[in-house]
């Protein structure tokens, strides 16, 4: 076989990379034209100066004398300007293709599935979009010109050193299987590098990250000279992979040097042989050696290249494998209009990818519309998981869930999605004002007065006209500029907003005081009686009212029936809402 399927890959992997040019095919066809004058040039320049150095020192010639600097001078006029023109259109192209692969890789993001997040750290995440692009932009531009200018170059000067010499020409026999040879074990060895050195500053984004959002606990815990250690650890690692990729680097480039000595000396002993000696004019000579010469720089970057090329190509196929990845199954073609609400999980079952053991076992349950379903139990108990399926972040791995009778697969994700509200335990808000967050995507063209009234439903709008430019005041990376109580109601009145059918409560009031957990309490009740709410609650105290409680353990229900009946079953909610109010010294309600 002419290539190894390694090979193919490889190829496969380029020639789709160096497709992201097509779109930028003017600046590319007119880099590609001025790094084809350069090398011609640099041709030109060792072509001439066989006949100018004769016409000069042998024949003594006026006119070449006068002419040779202007010659000269030209060529290089020419030569600079088709430098310019290729570094500034390869620079455009290459800020293009990274600007269009990132792009690509934020959009595949944007629709992959849970499970695809949950299974890599968010350092890898963000370094692909930072990091590997970048490499890949090294790839499909800077390689691409040094393999065009130089490869041209190369075979220009071999063109030029035949045509005057082919006896001379000889010592390319020596030169050019070795470089080659070199260059393809230094390939593979910058491969395996570049692979460990993609995984090693996604781990270092990963900790860099961790240690910018957890400095409070890290200051708190005194952990600086834990974090150092772990930190230093990896950044060694990396420093021992770049120390290698440079020792590999240099390596090449002595040897690639000390095979052109060789061959230069073969060369020079070729010419003083006396049947060329004799034969042979000092233009040839030196224009011969000068082809040499010349020969020899555009090699050692045609080696050095690789180190760029297998960057390029281990990160690209990095990227491809997330742009080719599969996104959230939509298959359904239903539109999710006029929801009553009404909620039935049939026989669920659900197990996590890389669990040994089901999360959720033969789960069968009824929400009517306009209901309150609150789900208890330990942590761990399924609860979440369960919750989670409603939007479908996961899809149950057996039985089905139907939403007004039809099951949720059925619909049109983001259709079914615009049916939901979720507030969690952990709220996400984004660095942005305070109408942005409450007014976020699909709700960004609400008015100012709308925004309001879902900030005075969550009881938010008492502190917000009290910020100091109310609900255009910026709240800073992850609302770090507000309290945990505040975010938390910033969090609802986004739901409130949304004002969806159905709506999903995790701890959506763990963050919050005695005091704004009351009122926030009181607004949920307005809202939950004309929607199917889930609550997962710990706390059971704030779950008595609801229409059914369910409770879950293993992954499986328990018990089910009002906060009444379960009391008077005396079993395990029974047994939960006594330990609850002993720890907390609470007099139980009767």
């Known amino acids: 076989m002419l290539f190894s399927p ?116 968010d350092g890898m995440q963000i370094a692909r979009v930072s990091y590997t692009c970048e490499q890949v932009a090294q790839a499909a531009t800077d390689a691409v010109k040094t393999i065009l200018i130089d490869g041209l170059t190369v075979i220009g000067l ?49 900790v860099v990250a961790s240690a910018v959002t957890s400095y409070r606990e890290i200051k708190t815990y005194s952990a600086q000279l834990q974090e150092k250690k772990r930190f230093f650890v990896i950044t060694e690692r990396v420093q021992r992979l770049n120390l290698k990729v440079a020792a590999t680097s240099a390596l090449a480039t002595a040897l690639v040097q000390l095979v052109a000595a060789v061959a230069l000396a073969f060369l020079i002993y070729l010419a003083t042989r006396p049947n060329l000696l004799y034969s042979m004019t000092p233009g040839t000579f030196f224009a011969v050696i000068m082809a040499m010469g010349g020969i020899l720089p555009s090699l050692k970057r045609l080696t050095g290249v690789q180190a760029a090329m297998q960057r390029g190509m281990v990160a690209a196929e990095d990227l491809f494998a997330v742009i080719d990845a599969p996104a959230e ?31 959720l076992r033969d789960i069968t349950l009824r929400c009517r519309p306009g209901t309150v379903t609150a789900l208890v139990g330990r942590s761990g108990s399924g609860k979440s998981t369960l919750s989670s399926l409603v939007p479908r972040f996961h899809d149950p791995s057996g039985g089905s869930i139907r939403l007004d009778g039809i099951d949720l697969r059925d619909y049109r994700l983001a259709s079914l999605r615009q049916n939901i509200s979720w507030v969690g335990q952990s709220v996400v808000l984004f660095d942005d004002t305070v109408a942005a967050n409450i007014a976020y995507g699909e709700l960004s ?146």
């Open 158 to 206: 071999v063109a030029v050193m035949i045509y005057y010499s082919a006896e001379l020409a000889l010592a390319l026999l020596i030169m050019v299987p070795t470089v080659a040879l070199i260059a393809t074990k230094v390939s593979q060895s910058y491969r395996r590098s570049s692979a460990l050195m993609q995984l090693a500053m996604g781990t270092i984004t990963s």
């Open 6 to 121: 390694a090979t193919r890959i490889v190829w496969r992997t380029y020639r789709r990379l160096l497709g992201y040019t097509a779109s930028h095919r003017r600046m590319a066809t007119v880099a590609m034209l001025a790094m084809v004058v350069d090398a011609l040039c640099m041709t030109l320049f060792a072509k001439l100066i066989k006949p100018l150095l004769d016409r000069l020192f042998i024949d003594r010639d006026p006119s070449t004398i006068f002419w040779m600097p202007l010659w000269i001078i030209s060529i290089f006029v020419v030569r600079s300007i088709a430098s310019f023109a290729s570094d500034y259109a390869m620079a455009y192209v290459a800020r293009s293709v990274v600007y269009d692969m990132r792009n690509d890789v934020f959009t595949a993001y944007m629709y992959l599935p849970v499970d695809y997040f949950n299974a890599e750290s």
């Open 329 to 359: 199954p939509d298959e359904g073609q239903l539109l999710a209009d006029g929801i009553q609400g009404e909620l039935e999980f049939r026989h669920v079952q659900f197990t996590y990818s890389a669990a040994p053991t089901p999360a």
């Open 445 to 590: 063209r609400a008015s100012e007065q709308d925004i309001r009234k879902a900030a005075e439903a969550a009881n938010a709008w008492g502190f917000i006209e009290q910020l100091p430019q109310g609900l255009h005041t910026p709240i800073g990376r992850d609302g770090e500029l507000l309290s945990g109580g505040q975010r938390q109601r910033i969090a609802i009145a986004r739901a409130v907003l949304k004002d969806a059918p159905l709506l999903i409560l995790d701890e959506a009031t763990s963050a919050l005081d005695t005091e704004s957990e009351q009122l926030i309490q009181e607004a949920l009740q307005r809202l939950m009686h004309r929607r199917t709410t889930l609550v997962i609650a710990h706390r059971l105290s704030t779950i008595q009212h609801a229409d059914q409680i369910v409770m879950i353990d293993r992954g499986r229900i328990i018990e089910h029936g009002t906060h009444a009946s379960l009391l008077a079953a005396d079993g395990a909610y029974a047994h939960l809402y006594r330990l609850q109010f002993s720890q907390s010294g609470s007099r139980q309600p009767s």
